[in-house]
Antibody, heavy 123, light 108 residues
């Protein structure tokens, strides 16, 4: 079965750090484009970061310099290292696959999503 | 950065109604637009990509259209399981992948 299972959320103090994990099954993380998306409680979706199959990474302005996306090919797992956390980083964090159809060269949508893990930044 | 707006923000409808949601982009994005459905406590689900192509397994009552800056998602006959929040997303700019603010479809 193709699925993503996210973990690692919890309560963190402002200025603290947290690492999120996203274990994949049914497909290979390193052969795909993988992303993190967050959703503030009661609000909309915000793209956070992407790692391409070649290894290049990109970040939203709101997290650049504080968050790092990475992967462990041997564990088929995606990570998000979050440092210098702020109250406004409180959200449900989803991992998702950025899908490129076989007849396309661009990402056309995020087709596989993890269940989300809640990060609460509060003192 | 490319900004997306959606209208309406909230929509009250009944089972069997035809529902249309509009997504507008601040600049042209060709047809690099996707639509998602999200139910409370669940992850978003990809419904449509390429502005008008139905993702595998999505019921044919869902359809999408548009190109450039204006797009629509239509549900031809609303079903009970369709009450949810719908988001558009632009994929033209691979650095941002912006989502729209969402449209909540509620029971009238």
């Amino acid at each position: 079965e193709v699925q993503l299972v996210a973990s690692g959320g919890g309560l963190v103090q402002p200025g603290g750090s947290r690492r999120l994990s996203c274990a994949a099954s049914g497909f290979t993380v390193s052969s795909n484009y993988m992303t993190w998306v967050r959703q503030t409680p009661g609000k909309g979706l915000e793209y956070v970061s992407i790692i391409y199959s070649a290894g290049s990474t990109y970040y939203a302005d709101s997290v650049r310099g504080r968050f790092t996306i990475s992967r462990d090919n041997s564990k088929n797992t995606l990570y998000l290292q979050m440092n210098t956390l702020r109250v406004e980083d409180t959200a449900v964090y989803y991992c998702a696959r950025a899908w490129v159809p076989v007849d396309s060269y661009k990402v056309e949508g995020f087709d596989i999503w993890g269940q989300g893990t809640l990060v609460t930044v509060s003192s | 950065d490319i900004q997306l707006t959606q209208s309406p923000s909230f929509l009250s409808a009944s089972v069997g109604d035809r529902v249309t949601i509009t997504c507008r982009a601040s600049q042209g994005i060709n047809t690099y637009l996707a639509w998602y459905q999200q139910k409370p406590g669940k992850a978003p689900k990809l419904l449509i990509y390429g502005a008008s192509t139905l993702q595998s397994g999505v019921p044919s009552r869902f359809s999408g259209s548009g190109s450039g800056t204006e797009f629509t998602l239509t549900i031809s006959s609303l079903q009970p399981e369709d009450f949810a929040t719908y988001y558009c997303q632009q994929l033209e700019n691979y650095l941002t992948f912006t989502f729209g603010p969402g449209t909540k479809v509620d029971v009238k």
